[in-house]
């Protein structure tokens, strides 16, 4: 058997050993090909990498890293978005983003539920605080109208606190005279409306009539309405005995008049007759009185 010389060592320190040609080619007592068999089988097959270059294990690494780089820098791949446009002061993270964005929002809510007050909290969310302060105007606007100040919950806060200047604290009173036309009608009552103008809510009217009345059939006869003093109050007749006042009569004619209701524009009167005939008139004065 042909003898061959190897040196097993290194060239700075060599073991030279003489061994069998065939041995020559073997390491822990495996042949180059058996080597590379197993470094194949630990590796695996490059041609079955995923990646573009499959040249090596070490290129195929790089490749995947350079793509891992460039997928990290494109933000609007990870629906995020330029963070150089996020409206807040911090833009260096989406994180410090949102929590300046909470900061921002929890003081916001501390200030208006300090400013309201009592049962408005720091804890209410922004729908519950506009509650409170809508609860708010509607107190506002109602304790107003209470006082003879026209005003609505939906007037901006300013214009209700504005309006306080307005509450008389005294008595007011408009007066003011005015002609209607009562249409012709039978037995039975008929409603009319005295317009007024009144800057306040009147609690009283007092309402004073003069004319006459034409009844028509079986003769023309004249019924005197003059001078009956109509007075009525914030929905309570304020009579002596009843909520009308009966006018003279005139044989068997009787007319009564009344204050149904009254408001800032208009009182609304109320004639009422037994006649059996149609009754008439062309004008009938009245002189009013409001009192708030």
Known sequence: MP???????????????????KDADTLDGKHLSEIQADYNNKIGNLSNLNTTNKTSVVNAVNEIKQEQVSH?????????????????????????AINELFTFANDGKTGVATVVGSPATAGDT??????????????MATNLSNKGV???????????????ANVNTGKQVAYGNTNITIPPFNSGSVSLTV?????FIPKEVILLLNGWITTIGGGLDEVSLRYPLLHRGDGVYLNSTSASVQAVKYGNIALSAYISSFNQTS???????NAGHQIATDSLQCYWLAIG
């Open 126 to 139: 922004f729908s519950q605080l506009v509650t409170h302060i809508q609860n708010a105007k509607n107190t």
């Open 195 to 199: 317009p007024i103008s009144v800057s």
């Open 267 to 273: 009182i609304t009167l109320g004639i009422q007759s």
């Open 3 to 21: 003898k061959m010389k190897i040196n097993l060592g290194t060239p700075a320190s060599p073991n030279w050993v003489v061994m069998d040609a």
């Open 72 to 96: 990290s820098a494109d933000t609007a791949a990870h629906g995020i978005g330029d963070k150089s446009a996020l409206l807040t002061t911090n833009k260096n993270t989406i994180v410090e």
């Open 150 to 164: 026209s005003a609505s919950g939906t007037e901006a806060l300013q214009a209700l606190a504005n309006k306080i």
